[in-house]
């Protein structure tokens, strides 16, 4: 009746250690499990064995017993205990968010501050403003960064920018220039030089058939001559102020 009760403890234990995840959660299971099994089993034969021998020897294998079994749960413990690796969740517009391709701060004044050390680059943004593709500058070479002044998520994707809606997509780019597309052909493109921070840059503003109108500009990267910053404001006209704003306060690290 002892080893019943033996038995049922080392399940309940196993069971435990599944439910609450203690020393390798399920497979920890199998050797408690198995463990009672044997003292159910064996119990009539393990209970002549215990009457016939001494009590001081019995006390020794009930405790090599368990002994043993809490060897193995903390080997297996051991083993097993950096293969559960913490899971991060970061917000946006976090100081760490997706860095190495930029990283986002707060400036005394509220506004907004990106930061991207692989190109050097920093500028400020509207706190209205949230940072969202953000891969600017990576391994791969085609990354780029999106800013929005509203839910991008809950729209109907159709391009169709509401009143105050706008986007701002910026990539990097090989030239200097616009080039149409066929799927958003353009009426009418200006473009003129301008001068802003000591830098020559492109300014370009397109207005498409329909209507919608957008404005471009390409700012070299001092790191790289051959490569430009391509900057894009879609949506409500009204608002392209912010993507001119965004391009006056640019700066370049040295150290890149």
């Given at each position: 009746m002892v080893h019943q009760q033996i038995g049922f403890a080392i399940t309940a234990l196993g069971i435990l250690c599944t439910d609450f995840q203690i020393f390798g959660g399920t497979f920890i299971c199998v050797p408690f499990s198995f463990s009672a099994i044997v003292c159910f089993t064996f119990e009539k034969n393990y209970y002549i064995c215990v009457n016939n021998m001494n009590s001081k020897y019995n006390n020794i294998c009930v405790i090599f017993f368990f002994a043993l079994i809490g060897l193995f749960a903390l080997g297996y413990y051991c083993l097993n205990k950096q293969k559960i690796l913490p899971v991060a969740v970061q917000p946006q517009n976090a100081s760490n968010f997706n860095e190495p391709a930029g990283a986002i701060s707060t400036t005394s004044?509220?506004?907004?501050?990106?930061?991207?050390?692989?190109?050097?680059?920093?500028?400020?943004?509207?706190?209205?403003?949230?940072?969202?593709?953000?891969?600017?500058?990576?391994?791969?070479?085609?990354?780029?960064?999106?800013?929005?002044?509203?839910?991008?998520?809950?729209?109907?994707?159709?391009?169709?920018?509401?009143?105050?809606?706008?986007?701002?997509?910026?990539?990097?780019?090989?030239?200097?220039t616009y080039t149409p597309s066929s799927d958003y052909p353009a009426n009418s493109v200006h473009e003129q030089q301008v001068r802003i921070g000591g830098q020559e840059i492109t300014r370009v503003d397109v207005e498409l058939f329909g209507g919608q109108k957008m404005r471009i500009y390409f700012i070299p990267i001092t790191a790289d001559t051959i490569k430009f910053l391509n900057l894009v404001i879609f949506g409500d006209d009204a608002n392209f102020s912010v993507l001119d704003n965004l391009v006056q306060g640019v700066q370049w690290s040295q150290s890149a």
């Open positions: 004044s509220g506004q907004l501050v990106y930061e991207n050390k692989n190109l050097g680059l920093q500028f400020e943004f509207p706190p209205d403003w949230h940072l969202s593709k953000n891969t600017l500058g990576d391994a791969s070479g085609h990354g780029y960064l999106q800013l929005f002044n509203y839910d991008e998520h809950q729209t109907d994707k159709k391009n169709v920018f509401s009143k105050g809606a706008n986007k701002i997509e910026i990539s990097i780019s090989l030239n200097n």
